[in-house]
Every structure is written in C-alpha cells, then in structure tokens.
C-alpha cells in the first residue's frame, strides 16, 4: 500500500512539474499593480499632503507554461493571447521590452511637460525625428524603410518625436495612403506608405493604426524649470503618461485635486494634451477595484469597454488633459 501511495504521488509531482516547464505559444494578460504615484515621484518644491491618492494602473504580460495557460482559461480577470495574433510574433520579448522602455520614458518626459504648462511653467521637448529601431514583416513599409532610418515629416508635416507621429498617424483614416519623408544616410527621401490595422493583443483591446514599424525619439532631449523625479522603472509603455502628469500638477497646486478620493485611471497623452486610448481596459479597472478606486478615468475611446467591467465604479470618459481637471473638480 505505502508503495502504491508512493508511485501515485511521485506521479503528481511529475505532472506538476511538467506543466511548468512546458511552454505553449500564448501570451497572459493580467491586471497588474495599481501605484499610489505619490510614492513614487518626487516633485521639486511641491507637496504630497492630498487627502486622496491618484493611482496608476498596470498590465501584466508574460509567456505561459501549460499550467499558467490552464489558470487562465478559468481566471475571468485574464486574457489569453496567441502569440500569432500579435505584435509579439515578430519580435522577441526582449526588444519588446526594451522598445516599451523607450516609449514609457517618452510618456514620462511629456507628462512632465503637459503638468508644468498647466502650473504656468515653459518646459521645453525636442528631439531630432523619428528613429526606425524594426519594421514588422507584414508591414506596408517593408523595403520603403529600413532599420536606422530617420522620419521627419508626415504629408510634409515636421515631425520630431515618437509621440508626435503616433498622434497624428491616430488621427488619419484606415488604408489612407500618407507620404513619409525620411533621413537615410545624409540624403532625403519620400515614400508613400498606406495605414494598416495594428495586430492586437486581444479581442477585447483597442485597434490601432501604424504603418508597421517600431520607433524612438531620436536624440531626444528636455530643459525643465524644476527637478521631478519619477522611479517607474518595471512600467512600460505609455498609457501611463495621464496619471504621472496628474500627479505632478497635485503636487505643485494648492487644491487637491483628488478631493480626498482615490483616483485611478490609464491613458496616452500628448504633448497637446490630448488623450487617446490604451489597451488593456479590463484588465487595468480590476486591478483599480482591488485597491478600492473611487473614479476610474479612462480615454473617452475606451468607455464603453470599461463600463463593462466597472461595476459600479465611477467612471469618467476625457478627450484631454484640460477635461480632466475640471471633471475632477467637480466630483
């Protein structure tokens, strides 16, 4: 009997480790934290006394073994993606990362700069195009790009950061053709380029427009009036931009702009101010729910998704920066 007991639990520990080791090709979206950014930026001559907490919300994403796959088909909070079916498949994770660390600390530099306009201060961005780091395989501007190529206008428009040319690129229409005129070299060159749909990282996530391609600032570079420091290094990308830039504007205004409440929210903002949307919504409003978020402020593109999942949760759809702080006041 004892080695009947012996064999059978020697074979669940078997399987148990055979399900973490073996790989699958998908991908697990969870809701990841939710930061009290006053913890976590540190703004020269401001104060972090708010009654309230303005919190900054997260996803998770990592590679699934069998046994992470089989609790995510069973966890509602997460999403299960197959690595086919998004960006993911033709890069590794790692320059996946490392080009999202490019992107949040971008997001970063113009949170810093969209706060301090709205305190009355005259920061200044400026970087020298944008900088072609790879071009997806599918990509329409595959053999009319190349890795190290430089753009700096889109339909003659100048463009000089990474957040510029995303923001415009958002605002055109699905299959439009656009003229990219680029630095390759020491020579200028044009090209015409049609707009695609983005791959998705999930059925439930936004769908974005692109040309296929990621990129950076190049020489990107910022004069600030006063020091802030922000300590996000495990964030990345840029929907993350909104909630650092309300937080510095919290700390160097007089009125507390949380009214004591705990406000969570997500969204990509631009140097103009504007909000477009993010991905990930689900996932992100649970994780505000789990630390008992009062207001969830979501791109107004996004409302009907995080409805869904709010629950009874405030939420406050915004187009820009300027919105948010007069929705906010009057909560």
């Not at 973490?20 to 913890?39: F, K, R, V």
């Not at 919300?57 to 995510?72: A, C, E, K, P, V």
């Not at 206008?153 to 995303?166: A, G, H, L």
């Not at 200028?188 to 427009?209: A, G, V």
Request: aromatic content about 8%; hydrophobic content about 45%.
């Amino acid at each position: 009997m004892l080695l009947f007991f012996k064999k059978y639990l020697l074979l669940f520990f078997l399987i148990i480790i055979l399900l973490n080791i073996i790989p699958t090709n998908y991908y697990l979206l969870a809701p990841g934290e939710a930061l009290n950014l006053s913890e976590y930026i540190i703004v020269e001559n401001g104060e972090r006394d708010a009654q309230g907490k303005i919190l900054l919300t997260s996803i998770t994403m990592l590679r699934t073994n069998l046994w992470q796959f089989i609790y995510g088909i069973f966890d509602p909070s997460i999403d299960l993606v197959k690595e086919s079916e998004q960006l993911l498949a033709e890069i590794s994770y790692e320059d996946y990362l490392n080009i999202s660390s490019q992107i949040m600390e971008e997001s970063q530099l113009i949170a810093k700069i969209v706060a301090l306009r709205k305190a009355g201060y005259n920061p200044e961005l400026a970087g020298q195009g944008v900088l072609v780091n790879q071009i997806l395989e599918n990509s329409p501007a595959n053999k009319k790009l190349l890795p190290g190529d430089i753009i700096v206008k889109i339909n003659d428009k100048p463009v000089f950061t990474i957040e510029e040319f995303s923001t415009y690129i958002q605002r055109l229409s699905l299959n439009q053709n656009i003229k990219i005129t680029f630095i390759r070299g020491n020579s200028l060159f044009s090209t015409i380029i049609p707009l695609i749909e983005l791959p998705d990282q999930s059925e439930h996530m936004e769908k974005k427009r692109g040309i296929g391609i990621y990129a950076s600032t190049k020489d990107l570079e910022c004069k600030f009036p006063i020091d802030i420091k922000i300590d996000l290094e495990e964030i990345k990308g840029s929907s993350a931009g909104l909630m650092i830039a309300l937080e510095i504007l919290n700390q160097l205004t007089e009125n507390d702009l949380s009214n004591g409440l705990i406000i969570a929210g997500t969204g990509n903002l631009g140097i103009d101010g504007k909000i477009s949307k993010v991905e990930g919504i689900k996932q992100k409003i649970i994780s505000a729910k789990r630390k008992k978020a009062d207001v969830f402020i979501v791109p107004k593109d996004n409302y009907g998704e995080a409805n869904r999942y709010s629950q009874g949760m405030k939420v406050i759809p915004v187009e820009d920066f300027d919105e948010v702080i007069v929705k906010l006041i009057r909560l």
